[in-house]
């Protein structure tokens, strides 16, 4: 069974990707592979830093390793908060503050659309490969649904009439940016 390090902290994407991957695959996490290091997100790119992070495992641990970096970039906020999604309203990360901080900057204006995007970097073998996913939608005015994690419960993508928070994680994991991503992912694995 092939092994690869899914380069992240984040216990819920781990989760959301592990129900996605193909049993062929067993993903580890950072835990895993007792890395507690913080590896720092410094680039001004989501593939910039998915690059980072993966770099930063197969350099120092040796293994065949995947990273994402996921932003929510905002039409009428010129594409914010884009890379810096996760520390929109500064550090400590938390959600609920950024988007406390979204809705407040977006409160008089009448665009409200949104794209998610998350850009998967792969090492393997020596390689690497970029996969990309986007997922169109809408910024809601007000949260809605207890699922998801992030920005989910005020974002809702188009041709939908609930938030990423209101669907399960099967419903969101087939039409999100990272699903879309990881799909690409595992159809590039199937034949690797």
């Given at each position: 069974m092939m092994k690869l390090v899914f380069a992240t902290n984040n216990q819920n994407k781990l989760?959301?990707?592990?129900?996605?991957?193909?049993?062929?695959?067993?993903?580890?996490?950072?835990?895993?592979?007792?890395?507690?290091?913080?590896?720092?997100?410094?680039?001004?790119?989501?593939?910039?830093n998915a690059k980072l992070k993966a770099d930063y495992i197969t350099k120092n641990f040796g293994y065949n390793c995947?990273?994402?970096?996921?932003?929510?970039?905002?039409?009428?906020?010129n594409g914010k908060p884009g890379v810096y999604s996760a520390r929109f309203a500064g550090e400590p990360r938390n959600s609920e503050n950024?988007?406390?901080?979204?809705?407040?900057?977006?409160?008089?204006?009448?665009?409200?659309?949104?794209q998610f995007r998350t850009s998967i970097c792969l090492n393997i073998d020596t390689k690497q490969f970029i996969f990309?996913?986007?997922?169109?939608?809408?910024i809601l005015t007000k949260k809605q649904g207890e699922?998801?994690?992030?920005?989910?419960?005020?974002?809702k993508p188009n041709k939908y009439d609930t938030s990423f928070a209101e669907m399960s994680s099967k419903e969101k994991n087939k039409i999100s940016?990272?699903?879309?991503?990881?799909?690409?992912?595992?159809?590039?694995?199937k034949n690797y």
């Open positions: 989760k959301e990707v592990q129900e996605m991957l193909m049993n062929s695959i067993e993903i580890l996490s950072l835990k895993d592979i007792k890395c507690f290091d913080e590896i720092e997100e410094t680039a001004t790119t989501l593939e910039g995947f990273a994402d970096d996921t932003g929510l970039e905002v039409e009428s906020l950024n988007m406390k901080k979204l809705l407040s900057e977006l409160e008089n204006k009448t665009n409200r659309n949104a990309e996913g986007t997922c169109k939608g809408e699922k998801g994690f992030g920005y989910d419960p005020i974002f940016h990272r699903g879309i991503a990881i799909q690409e992912l595992v159809k590039f694995l």
